[in-house]
């Protein structure tokens, strides 16, 4: 797959001026305006890097904000563009979707103190539509999210503001339409972005859900959308930690219902569930626009609701073995996280052997492993062990009911050149592990409990809401003092607080004082049912 064809640094389209030493441009949603996060430079500095040899930063826009991005590309503009922006000469214009907008005038002004100081926002209906409001804002001051604060306040929150509770939509409605200044040699400007497509096209019907699967040039935007946040992971990490598998769209955190797309290296694995699982045409226009970015193949997973009741001729059907469009992937198949490398099936039914939803808690435990004995229960394929061996533990033990994905953890090991004399594999139910490791007085430094929502196991079953207390504590008691435990559940229905609560409970029942912190999901996984917490010594 050529990264740099599918998703390059800018589209030059996205230029609005060029001139006398500054350079505007139109930025996408879902894109930082500043660096965010130093390890994935995803940030707009780095995609426009290539248009000008010096870029000088004077505003920012929330990564979800889309619209009017200035640089002064000469250090000689910076000092009259920075003098404008200081005393507020610079008018900013932006265009907001909301429901909930009650005020009949057309014009109105909001005023709020925020931060301890006086916000004020001029607000112009520009079209209406039902409930769905376009409106027009002019910041008269610019406080930390002033405008979607604001909104929300008057009973208008903008769509798609998870934040502030805005209706549901694709991504944030807020976009920088416009931009008055004096360029340096003392020309007035006014540049203008237009109205990205989404927020016409919410206007006009709302929040599509699964009707974005009914045309194939809608559904392509919707899943451009979503592949531009990805784009730091896709073109910008450092080849030193390249990582070549994670999450490209997820579901409805992106306006995709029931839709997963997943890249692992070159291939992208796309996941069907819910509606969409049982709509032929749909799943036909999706696997078409997703091809379309240029991967090397296209595997398709569709996910019931029920996969342990199927029999394997089932199973298969779900899960072909062949690629619905394009060549098929090697299997195994190498992929790398943050250049530790492991191996995948994309041809092994509806697993492909790892969850890109755990990069940030790999990072974690390798973090934190050095010369420290380690138990990973439910350890599936064993990629915390891995990066365990891979960060110094002395010792690692891996515990899972099933041998064959143990195997396939014996294979990740030597894929990564980790000699397995200090390294265990158990085929065991982990619970029944905990209570024999228990009476006998092992301890570990570091535990990682990463059970399935439910799952049956030599008669046996488990379920988050009934038997994850009890595990957690037992989880604790072969926890030796000053030891960490990284605990996780990808459960829809358990909140982040209710789950850091149950590991919390569950310390204290094991007479242990811990630290419990909850650990953010990775930027791939925005609205992601996955709930992580770090336990360390109190």
């Excluded at 340096?184 to 927020?199: F, H, I, N, V």
């Excluded at 008669?459 to 038997?467: E, H, L, T, V, Y």
Aim: glycine share 8%.
């Amino acid at each position: 797959m050529d990264l740099a064809r599918a998703f390059p640094d800018f589209d030059p389209a996205r230029v609005v001026f060029r001139d006398d030493g500054l350079l505007v441009v139109d930025k996408p949603a879902g894109v930082p305006s500043q660096a965010a996060d130093p390890e994935v430079p995803d940030d707009l500095p780095s995609r426009v890097r290539s248009l000008a040899a010096y870029l000088g930063t004077h505003q920012r826009l929330d990564a979800e904000t889309s619209g009017l991005v200035l640089f002064t590309t000469e250090r000689t503009a910076n000092a009259s563009i920075a003098e404008q922006f200081e005393k507020r000469r610079v008018k900013k214009t932006y265009l907001a979707c909301v429901t909930g907008w009650r005020v009949q005038d057309q014009r109105t002004t909001l005023r709020h103190v925020l931060e301890g100081k006086q916000a004020v926002t001029h607000v112009r209906v520009v079209e209406r539509r039902g409930e769905r409001a376009l409106l027009e804002l002019d910041l008269e001051t610019g406080r930390t999210h002033q405008a979607r604060d604001q909104l929300t306040r008057a009973g208008a929150p903008i769509a798609g503001d998870r934040m502030y509770g805005g209706a549901r939509a694709p991504r944030l409605m807020l976009h920088a339409s416009a931009l008055e200044i004096t360029s340096p040699s003392g020309k007035k400007l006014r540049l203008t972005a237009p109205t990205p497509s989404e927020m016409s096209e919410w206007l006009e019907v709302g929040d599509l859900g699964t009707r974005v699967y009914d045309d194939g040039a809608r559904l392509r935007a919707a899943l451009g959308l979503a592949f531009e946040r990805r784009w730091g992971l896709l073109r910008a990490m450092p080849l030193a930690r390249a990582t070549t598998v994670f999450r490209l769209a997820n579901e409805e955190g992106e306006g995709l219902p029931g839709l997963a797309v997943d890249y692992y290296g070159g291939y992208g694995v796309v996941s069907f569930s819910g509606d969409l699982a049982a709509s032929p045409d749909g799943k036909a226009r999706v696997l078409d626009a997703v091809a379309s970015f240029g991967f090397d193949g296209v595997y398709d997973k569709t996910r019931p609701k029920h996969a342990s009741a199927l029999s394997d001729a089932e199973r298969e059907a779900m899960a072909p073995v062949t690629p619905a469009r394009g060549a098929p992937a090697p299997s195994p198949l190498s992929v790398t996280e943050e250049g530790v490398p492991f191996l995948v099936r994309l041809d092994a039914g509806l697993a492909t052997g790892f969850y890109a939803d755990q990069r940030k808690n790999r990072k974690r435990v390798r973090s934190h492993a050095a010369k420290r004995r380690v138990l990973n229960l439910f350890s599936y394929t064993c990629s915390f062990s891995v990066v365990s061996a891979l960060g110094g533990a002395s010792r690692t033990v891996s515990v899972d009911a099933s041998a064959s994905a143990l195997e396939r953890g014996r294979e990740s090991f030597a894929h990564a050149g980790i000699d397995l004399a200090t390294h265990d594999f158990v085929a065991m139910d982990a619970r029944a592990y905990l209570e024999r490791a228990s009476r006998r007085g092992e301890l570990f430094d570091l535990v990682i409990l990463d059970p399935p929502s439910f799952g049956t196991a030599k008669g046996g079953r488990f379920s988050i809401a009934s038997d994850f207390p009890a595990l957690c504590k037992l989880a604790f008691s072969v926890l030796d003092a000053g030891g960490s435990m990284l605990a996780s559940i990808n459960h829809q229905k358990t909140t982040q607080d209710r789950f850091r609560h149950m590991v919390e409970d569950a310390a204290r029942a094991a007479g242990k004082a811990a630290k419990v912190r909850d650990i953010p999901p990775p930027l791939d996984y925005p609205g992601g049912h996955m709930k992580a917490v770090w336990s360390s010594p109190a």
